[in-house]
């Protein structure tokens, strides 16, 4: 199945571009590789016939560095205006790497570094991210498993996981030595109490774990609709509600209310997120729309992602109810954006744009592209390193993998 496009019903943005004959899209490079892939990206874009005026923004590690924001104001006036983002990747670094780098005149006066397509994501209330992860036939990369009288068994994976991503870990409330106002909300706690009380407040660092009923509510039905309107027949919770009752266990009881009042026929599954790991490899196939809150969610994509090719091939959409941004879930890996000649898989970014496309109705474009990739992944004459299962090394080239803009020049071929 190669054809996934988002539920739409998120954003009502796709009624005022149908009436343009061209769009603008926010351009985002970002760090390292992001720039090679989304370059790559909008050449296919063009090749397929997107009319579209790209306006890049300034976002990432360089931002940082020079003016102390990886995410500067005129970024987001940008997404603002024109509501549909195309996102490379972006280098994010530890506390205090991240401080050493700063430049001097800036040091020293409390910038904090924080992850800048988080702060997108929080910025713009981009709570819905979907990840779709579907097998291509004839990719190398593809989840083997060994099968009755020691035959080899492929599974088709036909996966969409829909990740709560604005709450959670990655909410951003945490302290290192908590002030006393939080200390003292902490030891109200009787298990706080137990296990903590011990530990000097300047030695302790607190992450919270929040999430509301609104925007749990939310992603349950963005996951249910998905499957209803897409012939899913049934959404898998992935949380862990035995261990973490409160987070967890509200979203499993959302779950259910929400299932047996407006989805009665679709099955509501509940996993645990460490029996979820072992399950995907197990039986993958069984599985089809996943709902999760933001780690856990993160989590069991990456773990899909890794049955049909890894990180080359997982693509995401990040929704909310005025702005879209999409971007492939793979990192900046910088020393590859060194190379003289990029050698990273461009099909995730690629496969990105093409969540874009369904997600302002221009469907059949996108179903073009997405032929055209599974055609060059069948056919196997174009494959990039990783394809070949070859180091990440600068001499792939010489041993026959393809470069990013070869694979870019083959989907091309076939558009």
């Known amino acids: ?71 500067p104001e005129r970024t987001l006036k940008l997404l603002e205006e024109h509501g549909v983002g195309l996102f490379g990747a972006i280098t994010s670094k530890p506390k205090e790497e991240a401080n050493e780098e700063l430049d001097e005149s800036l040091r020293d006066k409390g910038l904090i570094y924080s992850s800048p397509i988080v702060g997108l994501r929080q910025h713009f209330n981009l709570d819905v991210c979907i990840r779709p992860c579907h097998t291509y036939p004839g990719n190398p990369l593809n989840f083997v498993r060994r099968a009755a009288g020691d035959s080899l068994d492929e599974p088709e994976v036909d996966v969409v ?29 009787p298990r706080f109490v137990k296990n903590f009380s011990e530990v000097p407040k300047n030695e302790l660092s607190v992450s919270t774990r929040i999430f509301s009923k609104k925007a749990s509510a939310r992603i349950l039905r963005a996951a249910f609709e998905y499957a209803r309107k897409y012939n899913y027949t049934s959404v898998t919770l992935c949380e862990k509600p035995n261990v973490i009752r409160e987070t967890s266990g509200m979203m499993f009881r959302l779950a259910k209310e929400i299932q047996k009042n407006e989805y009665p026929g679709i099955e509501l599954w509940n996993t645990n997120i460490d029996a979820q790991m072992m399950w995907l490899t197990k039986n993958p196939e069984n599985y089809g729309v996943i709902v999760a809150g933001n780690m856990f969610g993160d989590i069991v994509s990456d773990g899909f992602a890794g049955l049909i090719g890894g990180l080359g091939f997982a693509c995401s959409a990040n929704i909310g109810e005025n702005v879209a941004v999409f971007e492939p879930t793979h990192g900046s890996a910088p020393k590859y954006a060194e190379y003289a000649n990029s050698i990273v898989n461009p099909i995730a970014m690629v496969e990105s744009a093409c969540m874009m496309l369904d997600h302002i109705s221009e469907n059949e474009m996108a179903s073009k592209i997405r032929a055209a990739i599974a055609r060059v992944v069948k056919e196997g004459k174009v494959r990039t390193y990783d394809m070949m299962k070859l180091p990440g090394k600068e001499n792939v080239l010489m041993q026959g993998a393809a470069s990013t803009s070869d694979m870019a020049d083959a989907i091309i071929s076939l558009l």
């Open 1 to 71: 199945m190669f054809f996934f496009p988002l539920f739409l019903g998120l954003i009502n943005l796709n009624q005022a571009f149908s009436t343009m004959s061209k769009r603008t899209i926010v351009s985002m490079p970002g760090d390292g590789i992001g720039s090679n892939v989304l370059e790559e990206c909008i050449r296919v874009l063009d090749a397929a016939g997107f009319a579209a005026e790209y306006i890049e923004a300034d976002i990432g590690w360089e931002f940082w560095r020079k003016e102390g924001n990886p995410l």
């Open 161 to 189: 996981v829909f990740r709560q991503n604005t709450e959670g870990l990655y909410g951003g409330v945490e302290w290192t030595d908590p002030p006393d106002k939080v200390y003292e909300a902490l030891m109200s706690h």
